[in-house]
């Protein structure tokens, strides 16, 4: 079954310091990763997708087959980027998307 | 930019009573979902809507629920007899394609009493 992993509940960094935030996944095939973000009091949206190959406001995220993992990095954490974050896995079993979700990473930024 | 936006943002309710949540999606949009998540879990999947039908449910969906598209705007979770494990943040979604992403609204607390 797909299952997405993201072990850290929360994560305390300083404004400019590096951030990773850590997802794992099980999938049987070979999976397409989205990381979206939840700022406070607004909606959740699309920060970044692992097809696009994209930085999104400074995030980055490489897809590692051998270890099942998408981790969000960003070399500089800025006190904006507090929010939480969510590691999300899309399959397409009948013909329409169905995101399964990690638990969340809330990520505060220290100034 | 267009949104999906969902009313009401909190809805209270007795144990037994029905509810709609009402979300409109983007307009040119063909999927529906919708997702809710129970506070301090996960966000899940409830319910896909393609072409005027349900394209894939959860275990969760089960026959308390059902989804509506009444118009060409609106798209309709309701519960037909509330549960107190009901209570949850309710978020509906929509995407233009099945590779495209989702769009959220910005959810409707669901509080059952």
């Known amino acids: 079954a797909q299952r997405v992993t993201q072990p850290e509940k929360l994560l305390s960094v300083f404004k400019g310091a590096p951030v990773e935030l850590k997802c794992n996944y099980s999938?049987?095939?070979?999976?397409?990763l989205f990381w979206y973000v939840q700022y406070s009091r607004q909606r959740l949206q699309l920060l970044l997708r692992h097809i696009s190959r994209e930085s999104i406001k400074g995030f980055t995220a490489d897809l590692n087959k051998g270890e099942t993992s998408f981790h969000l990095k960003k070399p500089f954490a800025q006190e904006e980027d507090s929010a939480m974050y969510y590691c999300a896995l899309p399959t397409i079993p009948q013909g329409a998307q169905k995101l399964v979700f990690g638990q969340g990473t809330r990520l505060t930024i220290n100034p | 930019e267009p949104e999906v936006t969902q009313t009401p943002s909190h809805q209270v309710t007795q144990m037994g009573q029905e509810v709609i949540l009402r979300c409109v999606p983007i307009s040119n949009h063909l999927y529906f979902y919708w997702y809710r998540q129970i506070l301090g879990q996960k966000v899940e999947f409830l319910v896909s809507?393609?072409?005027?039908?349900?394209?894939?449910k959860s275990e969760i969906f089960d026959d308390q629920f059902s989804v509506e598209r009444p118009d060409g705007s609106n798209f309709t979770l309701k519960i037909r007899s509330t549960k107190l494990e009901d209570s949850a943040m309710y978020f509906c979604?929509?995407?233009?394609?099945?590779?495209?992403?989702?769009?959220f609204g910005n959810g409707t607390r669901l509080t059952v009493t």
């Open positions: 809507f393609y072409n005027n039908e349900i394209s894939e």
């Open positions: 999938y049987s095939g070979s999976p397409e």
């Open positions: 979604a929509s995407s233009p394609g099945t590779d495209s992403p989702l769009h």
